[in-house]
C-alpha cells in the first residue's frame, strides 16, 4: 500500500511535494522522493532539514544534491543509459509503450532492444532489477481495494477465431464482478482484456470490436497492423474499464496488448509469473493454451495445495476435451486436489459462461 502518512511517506509528485511543504512541514525525515524534478526547488530544500530523507532518480541541481547530502539525506541517482524510469512510482498506459506509430521505434521496442545489449551488464542488470522493484510496488498500489480474477491462455489464439471471441466474452462476464487481470499479451491474454474494456458496454459492441480486430488478425506479420487496429478499437469505444497487463520484455517479440488500462511490465519473467498468480485473489480461469499456461496451472495449484479452507482460490480449467485429452492436465490435478482444502475450489467446465458464472459465486 502507498505510505502518505506516518513515518515512511512516498513523495511520487511535485504538486504533493509543494502541498506538504506549504500546509507546514519543515522535515523530510522518512521521505521517498521519487523521480521528481527537483531542479528549481533549491530554495525550498534548503528550508527545510533533509536528514533521513531518500532521493530516488531526482533531478537536483550540483549544488543542491551537494548540499542534501551534507546534511544527511541519502540520493540515489538514476543509473547511466538506462531507458527506463528506474525508480518509476506508476504502471505503464498502452499510449506510453506505443509511443510511436512505428512500432520499431517505439518505447517498448527501445526498451526491449536495450534489454538485449545491455541487460546482461552490471548497470543494466542494476536498472532491471531497480525498475521491476518499482513496478512491483506501484501494481500493490494499484490492486489496493480491487478484487482482481486472472485468465490465463495461450498467446496464439488469432482475432476472428471462435476462442479468441470466447475470450473476450469471458473478460465481459468477470468483469461485471470483478477486475480482470491477464499476462498482457497477444492472443488470449488479448481477447480477455479486451472483454474487460467493454466491461460498461452493450454485449454488441464485444461483436463490433471483434469485426474491427478481424482485418489484422495476429501481430505477425505485422505489429504494426495489429497495434493500429486496436487503437482504433480503443477510439471507437473510447470510456473503457479498467483491466490489468502483466507482460515482459523477456518475451519480446510478443507486443503487449493495448487493451489493459494498466500494464506492470516487467524484465524478469519469473518475478512477474509469480506476482500474477499471487495477486489474483479471487481465482483463476485457465483457458487452452500450452507450455506457459500448463506451467501456470501447476503454479496456482502448488499454492492451493498448500493452502488452508481460508485462503484457497477457485481454479477453473475451460475445454473438457482440452484438459483431458490434448493436455491432460485435469486428472493430475484433480488428483492432486483430492483430499485437500482445494478440493471443491477446482473445476472443468467446457464454456466460458460456466467459468464466469463460478467466478461470480466465488466457489
Known sequence: MRRTRGRVINVDSLQDFDHRLSSGARSLSGWRLRSLDLSDRGRALRSVEVAGALFLGCTLQDDDEVSVRARGAVVFPTVPDSPVDTYR???????????????????DARVYAWSQRAGADGDGALAESLHDHSIALALERWVHGRRLVGVMGGHDAVRGDVGYADGARLGRMLAQSHTVATGGGPGAMEAVNLGGYLAHESPDAVDEALRALAGAPA???????????????????????????IPTWHYGHEPPNAFASAIAKYFRNAQREAILLEICQAGIVFLPGAGGTVQEIFQDACENYYADESSTAPMVLVGKEYWTRTYPAWPLLKALARGRAMQPHVHLVDAVDDAAALMAQGV
Open 89 to 107: 512510482a506508476m504502471l505503464y498506459t498502452p499510449d506510453e509503450l506505443y509511443d510511436a506509430a512505428d512500432y520499431a521505434q517505439s518505447f
Open 219 to 245: 501481430f505477425r506479420p505485422s505489429i504494426d497492423a495489429w497495434a493500429k487496429a486496436a487503437f482504433a478499437v480503443r477510439e471507437l469505444f473510447p470510456h473503457g474499464a479498467d483491466s490489468l497487463g
